[in-house]
């Protein structure tokens, strides 16, 4: 794993698993984005077992199977999808297929994990509701920024205990490094990437619902640019918007593409949260100038001031919770509804946004 290429970046982290051997056979296609490493990584750890891989390059099975030797190759995703064995299939791949691929996983009675974004239209939102109502299946996402970061983990429970009362306001910063040279096509394409407030941004959105407690919120203001790459002219390399939760809480973020080569990560992720007790701030991938290693949260209430350094103590017991929730049919890892609002509040900034440039 490295830390300075966002795009290869896949955390591991102490097997903790919720199952045995061959329980929950899962499998991989798609693996157009690194971040499908990081996808598997988090389900073995977790006792998932990994039965197949697909892709239609032989380049990119060649570099999963060295990674995952264990994987058997299917002739294609018919195979997988006809094996009644697999439970769910995960999936890295281009944007706008992300949920053409979903409907096809679930029509074949499978759950399914896809990369985020999740969707890139408003159509795409509704017809993976209208499926998953129909299906009874799964339709999940890896929101990596809260999923498998230990800041980010930690930060949900001193919010679930109270630690600082009620939160009002999140402000997530969402820096990355663009790596051009190393990017596929799809990368600049806007019909297939989404767009910057519906691709990176989407990390943002769904943090939000999730320490807030919202239900749902509304897109106050978005704007987005291409201020510095005229070589890619349908790149956004510049995105910020305001949300409104329906129950007051309020929410800014910026995300883009500006992370210099000399930072030791491929972004210096903040998180800010304000609550009616107090406040907290995260560094999750790097606190610059010193050799911290990130996952750094500092609580401040009522008590003392307090800062942790939380690598290696939190965990990620998403993709516990996720695997016992397709055996069992439960909702405890997230529930669908609130992936349906992330997606679809994406979109929505991502429709509304002003062009700054």
Request: charged share 20%; with cysteine.
């Amino acid at each position: 794993m490295s830390k300075a290429d966002g795009m290869r970046y896949a955390p591991k982290g102490v097997a903790r698993p919720v199952v045995g051997e061959g329980e929950f056979v899962f499998a991989a296609t798609a693996l157009r984005h690194g971040h499908i490493y990081g996808m598997v990584n988090g389900l073995l750890e977790a006792g998932a077992t990994l039965g197949w891989v697909y892709d239609t390059d032989p380049a990119e099975l060649e570099r999963f199977c060295a990674a995952f030797p264990q994987a058997r190759i299917a002739r294609g995703l018919d195979e997988i999808l006809s094996d009644r064995r697999v439970r769910l299939v995960a999936a890295a791949d281009v944007p706008n297929a992300r949920a053409p691929l979903g409907l096809a996983v679930m029509d074949a009675g499978k759950d399914y994990f896809t990369d985020k974004t999740p969707f890139t239209t408003l159509e795409q939102v509704e017809a993976v509701r209208a499926k998953a109502g129909q299906t009874g299946q799964k339709y999940m996402v890896y929101f990596s920024e809260r999923l498998h970061s230990e800041a980010a983990v930690h930060i949900g429970h001193l919010v679930r205990d109270g630690e600082i009362g009620r939160v009002l306001q999140v402000i997530g910063l969402g820096p990355h490094r663009l790596s051009a040279p190393t990017r596929p096509g799809w990368f600049f394409n806007r019909e297939q990437y989404g767009g910057i407030l519906c691709d990176i941004g989407s990390h943002q959105i769904e943090q939000f619902l999730y320490f807030t407690g919202a239900k749902d919120a509304m897109v106050s203001h978005s704007q987005v640019a291409n201020y510095n790459h005229p070589a890619y002219p349908e790149l956004e390399d510049f995105g910020d918007a305001m949300l409104l939760a329906d129950n007051g809480a309020t929410h800014y973020f910026r995300v883009d593409w500006f992370t210099p080569d000399g930072l030791g990560a491929w972004g210096d992720g903040r998180l800010f949260l304000l609550g009616t007790k107090g406040y907290i701030e995260a560094r999750k991938y790097i606190d610059p100038g010193l050799d911290s290693g990130g996952d750094i949260v500092l609580c401040v209430n009522g008590e003392a001031e307090r800062l942790a350094s939380v690598a290696g103590k939190v965990g990620f017991p998403f993709f516990g919770e996720m695997v016992l929730d397709c055996l069992n049919r439960t909702e405890k890892a997230m529930t669908q509804e609130h992936i349906l609002t992330a997606g679809r509040l994406c979109i929505e900034a991502q429709m509304m946004a002003r062009k700054l440039q």
